[in-house]
């Protein structure tokens, strides 16, 4: 049974600092992984989609990684702003049946002006 | 609209009431999905629907649980005889073709039963 673990689970930084979200999962036969914001009372905002051939990808500040052999990956955000205030949730699908996404708990994340 | 739309946003049952959760997808888009959330956790799927056609509810927690989407289009989540363990957002979400592409997610019904 596929499970997928972020950490951590919280995070505060100064603004500017660049920061690492991490996301593991225990079986690597995914089909896609994908990177959520959620604000608080909100629904989920795609941030980036890595499918099963890809390393990473790329949108503005942020860079996600992906590493299907070891089950990990990784959401890179530059030069944080307090607006990238929000909890981030990693999402898998696979490795059979239909595309329902296994999510992570989240890492709740708070940068400070 | 351009956007996944869900209604209504917030929803107050008294336990033991039947509630009904709309979702409009993205036009076009083939496939549908509902999630729970429950606070402080990640969404949990509850089911799939390719077009008409529900190929995957293994996540419906109990058979109190039923969804529908007749036309391929919008799609409908039944509660009956609420509990008040259901108190979650329940998040619909559309993709594109046979739904191994980016999810869409819409903004959530809250679901508080008292």
């Known amino acids: 049974k596929q499970e997928v673990t972020q950490i951590p689970a919280a995070l505060s930084v100064p603004e500017g600092e660049n920061l690492v979200l991490n996301c593991s999962f225990t079986?690597?036969?995914?089909?896609?992984l994908q990177w959520f914001r959620q604000d608080p009372g909100k629904g989920l905002t795609s941030l980036l989609l890595?499918?099963?051939?890809?390393r990473e990808q790329t949108s503005g500040r942020l860079n996600a990684s992906l590493d299907k052999s070891s089950g990990r990956s990784t959401l890179y955000i530059a030069a944080s702003q307090p607006g990238d205030s929000a909890t981030y949730l990693c999402?898998?699908?696979?490795?059979?049946?239909?595309?329902?996404?296994?999510f992570g708990t989240g890492t709740r994340l708070k940068v400070l002006a | 609209g351009a956007g996944v739309s869900q209604s209504p946003r917030y929803k107050v049952a008294k336990r033991g009431q039947d509630v009904a959760l709309r979702c409009d997808p993205i036009s076009g888009h083939v496939s549908l999905f509902w999630y729970q959330q429950a606070l402080g956790q990640g969404p949990e799927f509850l089911t799939y629907?390719?077009?008409?056609?529900?190929?995957?509810k293994s996540g419906l927690p109990s058979d109190r649980f039923f969804a529908e989407r007749p036309e391929g289009s919008v799609s409908t989540l039944k509660i009956q005889r609420t509990q008040q363990e259901d108190s979650a957002v329940y998040l619909c979400?559309?993709?594109f073709g046979n739904g191994n592409n980016e999810q869409f997610f819409g903004p959530g019904t809250r679901l508080t039963v008292l």
């Open positions: 979400a559309s993709s």
């Open positions: 890595i499918q099963s051939s890809q």
């Open positions: 999402a898998v699908s696979g490795p059979s049946g239909t595309y329902k996404y296994i």
């Open positions: 629907f390719q077009n008409e056609a529900q190929l995957d």
């Open positions: 079986d690597s036969a995914i089909y896609n």
